[in-house]
């Protein structure tokens, strides 16, 4: 392979990994279920596209890089339904969200 | 008849592109299982404009890549939040106006609010989308309405060019 497409691959696999590490600590240190949704949302987004991104500069154009592009089509589409039911169902269950600066208790 | 065709030739790409076995058998076997798809979404009703959103094909690359220079942005933005900590944030819950009725458009706009981070779109109703917003920013950016106001330019746009 390329030596510019590796490196390429190398720094959005690493930037896709670190989103995604950066996502899982957001979701410990926000302080309840709605925002430790948008943490969440870091790792499903960004996390996601980057090392997608990555593992298609690896597999060039083929019938694998189809179906690396059919995964992302397929989860950019049921990954915020996912998360709408998830916020629907707690709202619906009477879960207050938190609100205001610093989402005091 | 344009929406079983689309059906057709969507299902047939997905099967060729997937199988990556071009002997005369499988492609059959694939030809007759896309047939049978078809004739079973016709039963069910499932093969309309909503599912087959012919007239969007061309409008939706451009939104998409706004859609992922936001969603760019905003990944940024919360990943400063989570670093700054609690502290940082100042989640709200606001009130979304929606002017489009069809529910194509009310679920394309529901999905790129919870897709854009910082935003989640926790209940949808007739004429509002009910938001839960990191910072009070995000939800005054959505409150402007740039992303609605995109979403009704594409659906406008198909609509004169469909004729």
């Known amino acids: 392979m390329d030596v510019a497409a590796y490196y390429l691959s190398w720094l959005l696999l690493s930037a896709g990994g670190l989103l995604a590490v950066i996502g899982g600590i957001g979701t410990f240190r926000m302080p309840d279920l709605y925002t430790r949704m948008h943490a969440a949302s870091v790792t499903d987004t960004g996390g996601m596209l980057l090392i997608m991104a990555g593992l298609l500069v690896q597999a060039g154009l083929s019938l694998v890089s189809f179906k690396l592009l059919l995964i992302v089509f397929f989860l950019l589409f049921t990954s915020p339904v996912a998360t709408h039911a998830l916020a629907r169902a707690a709202l619906h269950e009477g879960h207050k969200p938190r609100l205001g600066p610093g989402a005091g208790p | ?163």
């Open chain 2, 1 to 163: 008849m344009k929406y079983t065709a689309s059906l057709f030739a969507n299902l047939l790409l997905v099967w060729l592109l997937l199988s990556g076995h071009y002997t005369v058998l499988i492609t059959g076997l694939g030809l007759l299982s896309c047939a049978l798809v078809c004739w079973l979404g016709l039963r069910m009703g499932l093969v309309d404009a909503e599912s087959q959103p012919l007239r969007l094909i061309t409008r939706l690359p451009l939104y998409w890549l706004w859609l992922t220079r936001e969603m760019a942005r905003s990944n940024l933005r919360v990943v400063t939040r989570i670093i700054g900590g609690p502290g940082a944030i100042s989640p709200s819950l606001v009130s979304v106006p929606v002017s489009e009725k069809t529910a194509l458009y009310q679920a394309i706009y529901a999905n790129s609010i919870t897709l854009t981070p910082g935003t989640v779109s926790v209940r949808v109703q007739a004429d509002t989308i009910d938001v839960h917003a990191l910072e009070d920013t995000a939800a005054e950016d959505l409150e402007q309405g740039e992303m609605h106001r995109r979403i009704l330019q594409m659906k406008r746009s198909s609509e004169r060019g469909a004729g």
